[in-house]
């Protein structure tokens, strides 16, 4: 498996280790009707959660960006930027937004846990470069149209190391 492969494959195991995260999907998906669209998404939440009915929440990844750089003459290193986008559907009475932002902090915390997923890919340099963020980081957040439905939405971005 290319280290691409793995880090795609560790960030969609950490983003899935979140309880009650939704579905979790490895790669942006589409649909050719909102109905097949909403089934790739829909959620059934175990008993006494808020919402308590099946609903749209789910995520996907995409990799947004890869710069290769040589920080001396022994080392290149690839980092790959990565978009992670989520999907709640929104039901103001249960304050689902708060839900959302939930979710994200958890899946924040798991990654700043570990930074290497696993030992996947290495740390990043640590605030050497304004482009050089660690962890996750929340780019917008918002109300949606999803598949039909009114979602909230949320752009993560995830930034991994690799040394070639």
């Given at each position: 498996m290319s280290t691409l492969q793995q880090h795609r494959a560790a960030i969609v195991a950490a983003l899935a280790s979140v309880p009650a995260i939704g579905i979790v999907h490895d790669r942006e998906r589409h649909a050719d009707s909102n109905a097949k669209f909403i089934a790739q998404y829909l959620y059934t939440p175990p008993a006494g959660s808020v919402p308590a009915e099946p609903h749209i929440r789910?995520?996907?990844?995409?990799?947004?960006?890869?710069?290769?750089?040589?920080?001396?003459?022994?080392?290149?290193?690839?980092?790959?930027?990565?978009?992670?986008?989520?999907?709640?559907?929104?039901?103001?009475?249960?304050?689902?937004?708060?839900?959302?932002?939930?979710?994200?902090?958890?899946?924040?915390?798991?990654?700043?846990a570990d930074l290497t997923l696993g030992g996947v890919c290495q740390p990043g340099p640590l605030g050497a470069s304004d482009d050089a963020s660690d962890g996750v980081q929340v780019l917008d957040a918002g109300p949606v149209i999803f598949a039909g439905v009114l979602c909230h939405s949320v752009l993560l971005q995830l930034r991994t190391w690799s040394y070639l």
């Open positions: 789910g995520w996907w990844l995409r990799r947004a960006a890869t710069a290769e750089r040589s920080p001396n003459l022994r080392r290149t290193v690839n980092v790959h930027t990565w978009a992670v986008r989520g999907y709640l559907a929104f039901r103001d009475q249960e304050a689902t937004e708060l839900v959302l932002d939930d979710l994200v902090e958890q899946f924040r915390a798991v990654v700043r």
